[in-house]
């Protein structure tokens, strides 16, 4: 499994636009992207995945650019509720399935 | 929405004793895991299980340690006997298959004295 690298922290303010980007020098043809998002004393929970280009959904956007050594998780008009670890994972599940969390960016929205 | 149930939400054990952590997967899903996160550290891979049987278990899970479907909708993890170390979040997670998402429970946080 391919290993990522991620800020250990990020600060925004409500309302702001949130990039939180993910290197992955060592990503595998089969590889998909992944980011998941962790509340305190919650279970991670999944919010985008992607291939290559631009995913979008009504969370959040991932940006791939075309040699995908890096991935980007945009969060538009974040509030205080999106302050969270977020995650970015990336394998192809493999016959195993296991997903391996690195420490995440822990982001903290303030008014 | 569906979504993946984990019982009880609290446990507090004595070292040494065998505990027993409940999970009730997404209904149509087939293949379910553990996680752990100790507090303030990383989710660690326990184990998957598909098809009535051990997929993969990381280093972690070693032989105090077993997993059990004993009926079509309850996913357990034993811990058999405890140690202060196992004091952490346990996860449950689930999915339609290995390379679709997981979804995970709200965890059980164990706590041995």
């Known amino acids: 499994l391919a290993k990522t690298t991620q800020p250990i922290s990020m600060d925004s303010y409500e309302g702001q636009e949130v990039n939180i980007t993910c290197s992955h020098n060592n990503i595998a043809t089969n590889d998909y992207i992944t980011w998941y998002q962790q509340f305190p004393s919650q279970g991670p929970r999944f919010i985008i995945q992607g291939y290559k280009t631009k995913v979008t959904n009504e969370v959040a956007s991932l940006f791939i650019p075309a040699d995908r050594k890096s991935s980007t998780l945009s969060l538009p008009r974040v509030s205080l509720s999106d302050t969270a670890v977020y995650y970015c994972l990336v394998g192809d599940g493999g016959s195993q399935g296991n997903l391996i969390f690195g420490k995440g960016t822990k982001l903290s929205v303030k008014p | 929405e569906p979504e993946v149930t984990q019982t009880p939400s609290h446990q507090v054990t004595q070292m040494g004793q065998e505990v027993i952590l409940r999970c009730v997967p997404i209904?149509?899903?087939?293949?379910f895991y553990w996680y752990r996160q100790i507090l303030g550290q990383k989710v660690e891979f326990l184990v998957s299980f598909y098809n009535n049987e051990i997929s993969e278990k990381s280093e972690i899970f070693d032989d105090q340690f077993s997993v059990e479907r004993p009926d079509g909708s309850n996913f357990t993890l034993k811990i058999r006997s405890t140690k202060l170390e196992d004091s952490a979040m346990y996860f449950c997670a689930s999915s339609d298959s290995f390379q679709e998402t997981q979804y995970f429970g709200p965890g059980t946080r164990l706590l041995v004295l």
């Open positions: 209904s149509n899903h087939l293949y």
